[in-house]
C-alpha cells in the first residue's frame, strides 16, 4: 500500500515506541524515509502545523486528535486528517519491537479512501416528554425537567406521591396497553384503572379527607386493596364525575418525542432500547443520567441506513410456509418483522448490530456501514502490507467502537498490550462480521479472525457469531487447514486468550479479488480460492445444520412430481424441464431454507448441509423423473403417471367424482378438460329439451 500522495506524521510518544522510519517507509512505499518526531503535540506542534497546507494528512495519534483539530481549525486548513492509534493498538506491547509489520498495515488502512456516504435516516423531536411510573419518582421528575421540556406524566405502578401546587403539565393516570416508536414518534396506549379521573379532578383534597381508610393519597391514586367501597369520596367531591367506580374508560392513545419509563420493569423489553426511550429503574443516578441525555434530545437528528434489503432473494415465507426466520430472530431492537412472504424493517428502530446481514443465507440482507466491498478493501490492504514489511500468521481482532476499543486500549495500556501477530479492526458493531469476511480474510492471508465481545454485547449476536465461525471452521477443516481459525473472545479473557492462540494454517497465495456486494458471490471467491490453495481437495465438506449451503434428498417413490417445491424455492435451486417430467436442482443456488420439504404435500424431501465444490455444484443435477401420462382425449403429455394415479386414489371415492366423466377428466389435459365439459352441459340441455 503506497502512502505517496499523503502526508504522514508520525511520533514515538516521547520515545515508548519503537518505531524505524526507514522500514516503514519502505513497507509503506513512501517516496523517502518516514521521519518520527518524539513529541509532535507539544515541542514539535511546529511540524504538525507546517504539514497543514498539504491536502491529505495522517497522523499516528488518537489521544491528542482534540488538539491537532484545533490547531487545523485556527490555521483554516483545508486538509483531510485521519487519525489512527499505533500506540495502544501495536507499540504499546511487550512485542512492540516486533510490530512494526502491524503499524505499516494500520497506517495502510488510515491511507484508504472513505467509503461513499449511505442514506440517512431522519428524526424530529420537538421535546414532548412522556414520564411513566409510580407517583412519586414520576412527579419529581416531571418537576425538575417541566422548564426544559414539555411534560407528560403517566402514573402507573402505585405509590406515594404529591400533585404540583400548580396545574402547568397533564398528568394521567392508567396501565399501559402498548408502547411502540421511536424518538419523535412514540406512540403509547394506556387504560384508566383509577377511579378518579386526573384531568377532571380540581384537587380540593376532599376525597382524601372524607376517605376513612385513608385509600387515597396526595397523588389522587385509589389503593383499590384498602378502599372498603363506602363512596365517601363520590360525595364529598365536587367536581361531578371525577369519580366514578364504575368507569369502562376506552383506551388511549398519544404521540410522544421522549419517554423516561421509571416503571420497575421496562415497558420496551429489547436489548438495544429505541432512540428516545429510556428505562433507568429505580437508581436515582440512573434516573438522573437518563434524564439529562433525553434533555439533549430535542431538534432534527440523523443517523446512516445501516441495511438494505433486496426483497427477491428472502427466503423467508412462501404462500404461508415458513422459511428462513434467522434474521427476525438475531434482530436486538425489533425492528425486523414479518410482512408476508417477505420481511419488513424499519429503519428508525435498527440500532445497526448487523446481525441480520450476518445470518442471512441469501444476502437478501446486506450490512452498509460499511459495505462488504469497503471492508473487504480495508483488510486486503491491511493484509497485504502487513505481508510485504515481513509480518507473519496475521489475526485480525474485530471490535466495537465503544466498549471493545475501550478493551483494547485498556490491555496497551496496564497489559501486555496486543502479540504483535494481532491487527486489531474496528467496527460499529461486531455482529456484523459474517462469514463472508471471515473467510475472505482468511482467503487474504489471515490466520485467524476473533470477535470481541464485552458485556454489553447481546447473547443472540454472540451465538450468531459462534454458529458463523462453526460453519466457516467446518470448511477450512474439510479442506486441510489445520488449527483454530475463528474464536469469539470475550473481554475479561482478552489478553490470555490472544497470547495463548497458536497460529493457524492460512493458504499459501492470497486472494487478488475483491469482495462483492453480494454475499454468495463474495462467498464463491473465497471458497473457490481455500479449495485451490488447500492440502486436501475433496468433492465435498460436511456442514452443520443450518448452514447456508447443502443438497437436498428427494424420495422417488413418494415424490408425484408436483413440482410444489419449484413453485416455494426463492433462490432458484430447484427448477422444471420443459421436456419431460423431471425435478432438478443447481446446489450452489441452495440456502437451505426448508421451503421446499415444508411445502411438499407427500412429505418426500430432505434437506442435507453439505459444501459440494468445483463446477459440478452450479451444473443443474435431475432429483426425480417419470414416465409422463398422456390426456386420455388428445394423447397430449400434460403430467406425470405417478401424479395422476395418485390423485384417482385419493379422489376416487369422493362424491364429487361420482358422476360419470368425472373421473376421466381428470385425465384430461386442461384443454380437453374444457371441451369435455362444454360437450356434457350441451348434451345434458338438449335432453331437457326433448324431454
Known amino acids: 500500500m503506497s502512502l505517496a500522495s499523503k502526508t504522514l506524521k508520525l511520533c514515538s510518544c516521547n520515545g515508548t515506541l519503537a518505531l524505524d522510519g526507514k522500514r516503514l517507509g519502505e513497507a509503506l512505499k513512501t517516496r523517502q524515509p518516514i521521519t518520527v518526531h518524539r513529541e509532535l503535540c507539544r515541542k514539535e506542534a511546529g511540524a504538525f502545523q507546517a504539514a497543514l497546507a498539504d491536502p491529505d494528512l495522517i497522523v499516528a495519534c488518537t489521544q491528542e486528535a482534540p488538539l491537532f483539530s484545533e490547531l487545523a481549525s485556527a490555521a483554516q486548513s483545508q486538509a483531510r486528517i485521519a487519525f489512527v492509534n499505533i500506540r495502544e493498538a501495536a507499540g504499546w506491547s511487550a512485542e512492540g519491537r516486533e510490530a512494526e509489520p502491524k ?3 494500520l497506517l495502510a488502512a488510515a491511507a484508504l479512501p472513505e467509503p461513499e456516504p449511505v442514506p440517512q435516516v431522519d428524526y424530529k423531536s420537538a421535546g414532548e416528554l412522556l414520564i411513566i411510573g409510580p407517583a412519586g419518582a414520576a412527579l419529581d421528575w416531571a418537576a425538575r425537567l417541566a422548564g426544559t421540556l414539555q411534560v407528560n406524566v403517566l402514573l402507573s405502578g402505585g405509590g406515594p406521591g404529591e400533585q404540583p401546587a400548580e396545574r402547568n403539565y397533564p ?66 367531591c365536587g367536581a361531578i364525575g371525577a369519580i ?12 410522544f418525542d421522549l419517554v423516561l419509563d421509571l416503571s420497575r420493569e421496562p415497558l420496551v423489553r429489547v436489548p438495544e432500547l429505541p432512540q428516545g426511550y429510556a428505562a433507568p429503574g429505580g437508581d436515582p443516578l440512573a434516573q438522573a443520567l437518563a434524564a439529562q441525555a433525553l434533555t439533549a434530545l430535542v431538534g432534527e437528528f440523523e443517523k446512516p441506513r445501516f441495511f438494505n434489503y433486496e426483497a427477491r432473494l428472502c427466503a423467508h415465507s412462501r404462500s ?7 434474521c427476525l430472530e438475531v434482530c436486538s431492537s425489533g425492528a425486523i418483522t414479518a410482512d408476508g412472504d417477505k420481511v419488513k424493517v424499519e429503519p428508525h428502530l435498527c440500532a445497526g448490530c448487523g446481525g441480520c446481514a450476518t445470518v442471512c443465507p441469501s444476502g437478501a440482507m446486506t450490512y452498509a456501514t460499511p459495505r462488504v466491498p469497503d471492508m473487504g478493501a480495508r483488510l486486503k490492504a491491511m493484509l497485504a502490507t502487513y505481508r510485504e514489511a515481513g509480518g507473519k500468521d496475521a489475526c485480525l481482532l474485530f471490535h466495537d467502537a465503544g466498549e471493545g476499543r475501550k478493551a483494547v486500549m485498556e490491555l496497551g495500556r496496564r497489559g501486555k498490550g496486543l502479540p504483535a501477530r494481532v491487527i486489531p479492526v474496528e467496527c460499529f458493531h461486531v455482529a456484523s462480521v459474517g462469514i463472508d469476511l471471515m473467510l475472505g480474510a482468511i482467503a487474504y492471508g489471515a490466520s485467524q479472525v476473533c470477535v470481541l465481545t464485552t458485556e454489553r454485547t447481546a447473547d443472540t449476536y454472540a451465538a450468531a457469531l459462534a454458529k458463523q465461525m462453526g460453519i466457516g471452521q467446518a470448511i477450512l477443516r474439510g479442506l486441510g487447514y489445520a488449527g483454530e481459525h475463528f474464536s469469539v473472545v470475550g473481554e475479561d479473557s482478552l489478553e490470555a486468550k490472544l497470547w495463548a492462540l497458536p497460529p493457524a494454517r492460512a493458504p499459501a497465495q492470497a486472494a487478488a479479488y475483491n469482495l462483492a456486494a453480494e454475499k454468495r458471490t463474495s462467498l464463491d471467491f473465497a471458497i473457490d480460492h481455500l479449495a485451490k490453495q488447500a492440502p486436501q481437495a475433496p468433492e465435498e465438506i460436511a456442514l452443520p445444520a443450518g448452514a447456508p449451503f447443502g443438497a437436498l434428498v428427494v424420495d422417488k417413490v413418494a415424490c408425484t412430481l408436483c413440482k410444489a417445491c419449484i413453485g416455494a424455492c426463492p433462490e432458484s435451486a430447484l427448477l422444471d424441464a420443459q421436456d419431460a417430467p423431471q425435478l432438478r436442482f443447481i446446489e450452489r443456488n441452495c440456502v437451505q431454507c426448508g421451503l421446499c420439504a415444508d411445502t ?32 386420455v382425449r388428445c394423447g397430449k403429455p400434460f403430467a406425470t403417471k405417478a401424479m395422476i ?3 384417482l386414489v385419493k379422489v376416487g371415492g369422493h362424491s364429487m367424482f361420482a358422476a360419470g366423466g368425472a373421473l376421466k377428466r381428470l385425465q384430461m389435459c386442461a384443454d380437453c378438460r374444457v371441451v369435455d365439459m362444454v360437450s356434457a352441459k350441451d348434451e345434458s340441455s338438449i335432453h331437457d329439451y326433448r324431454k
Request: aromatic fraction near 6%.
Open 103 to 105: 503499524i505499516a498495515a
Open 171 to 236: 398528568v394521567w393516570s392508567g396501565k399501559v396497553e402498548r408502547l411502540a416508536g421511536w424518538l419523535g414518534a412514540f406512540e403509547v396506549e394506556w387504560t384508566q384503572q383509577n377511579p378518579i379521573d386526573l384531568e377532571t379532578c380540581t384537587r380540593c383534597n376532599a376525597c382524601i379527607r372524607a376517605c376513612p381508610e385513608q385509600a387515597i393519597d396526595y397523588s389522587y391514586q385509589i389503593d383499590m386493596d384498602k378502599c372498603k367501597a363506602h363512596r365517601a369520596c363520590v360525595k364529598a
Open 244 to 255: 366514578n367506580f364504575a368507569r369502562s374508560s376506552a383506551p388511549r392513545k398519544e404521540v
Open 320 to 326: 404461508g410456509r415458513k422459511g428462513c426466520d434467522l
Open 600 to 631: 411438499c404435500p407427500e412429505d418426500a424431501i430432505r434437506l442435507v448441509p453439505r459444501l459440494l465444490l468445483g463446477a459440478q455444484a452450479k451444473q443443474p443435477v435431475v432429483l426425480n423423473e417419470a414416465a409422463p401420462f398422456n390426456c
Open 645 to 647: 394415479e395418485s390423485m
